[in-house]
Each structure stands twice: as C-alpha cells, then as structure tokens.
Nanobody, 126 residues
Framework: VQLQASGGGLVQAGGSLRLSCAAS????????VAWFRQAPEKEREFVAR????????GYADSVKGRFTISMDNAKNTVYLQMNSLKPEDTAVYYC????????????????????WGQGTQVTVSS
C-alpha cells in the first residue's frame, strides 16, 4: 500500500489543522494506522493510532484531548484533526500503517509499521 500525507501548513497557536493520509493499492479498513511526528533534532514520536476502521484509538499524552484520529473507508483515507495547536506541535507528521496484527503495547512503536507516507510539515507560530 502507498500512503500520501497532506494538509500540513503554518498556523497560529490555538488554531486547527486537519491532516489527511490517502492510501492506494489496498483497502485501508483492515489495517492498523498511526500518526507519528518528528521535530528537528528529535526522535520520531508516536502521536495517535487506530486499530482498523472503527477500532480502538490511542493518543500520546501530549495530544490527548486536542487531536483526533479517524478513518473514512469510502475515501480510503485516515485523518488527524488537530485542535488547540501549540508551538511544541511543530514537526513533520508521518502517517503509517501495518497489515500485521500487533499487540496494543507495540502500537506506539514506529518499528511496528511497514508502510509510511512521505511526511507533511506542520508549523505552529506563537
């Protein structure tokens, strides 16, 4: 499956953005999907995940209550709605997916995902 991320941009603190990750080549609904981000000179970190379409979701503590992950089966697209953005949310955001079953404890590990989008830049100004 190929992943294409989009929707990044420049926004003021307190604003909102919605990232999209469109999948081609396979139906997304049976995959576990996730968003990660990487700020300059920092390691890639987990943001949010969904276990298949309509499955359980999980979030990093730093974004809980502000970000929401969702999936549109008809469009084969995963979204990350980001509200109340903060300057510390500035990073390149990556979508990822795996067709393999993974236990909940490993869903926050980047090594659990074999498919990755190219990344989209999110910049939050103060």
């Amino acid at each position: 499956v190929q992943l294409q991320a989009s929707g990044g941009g420049l926004v003021q603190a307190g604003g909102s953005l919605r990232l999209s990750c469109a999948a081609s080549g396979r139906t997304f609904s049976s995959y576990t999907v996730a968003w990660f981000r990487q700020a300059p000179e920092k390691e890639r970190e987990f943001v949010a995940r969904m276990r298949r379409s309509g499955g359980s979701t999980g979030y990093a503590d730093s974004v809980k209550g502000r970000f929401t992950i969702s999936m549109d089966n008809a469009k084969n697209t995963v979204y990350l709605q980001m509200n109340s953005l903060k300057p510390e949310d500035t990073a390149v955001y990556y979508c990822a997916a795996t067709k393999n079953p993974i236990i909940t404890g490993l869903m926050q590990s980047a090594r659990s995902y074999e498919y990755w989008g190219q990344g989209t830049q999110v910049t939050v100004s103060s």
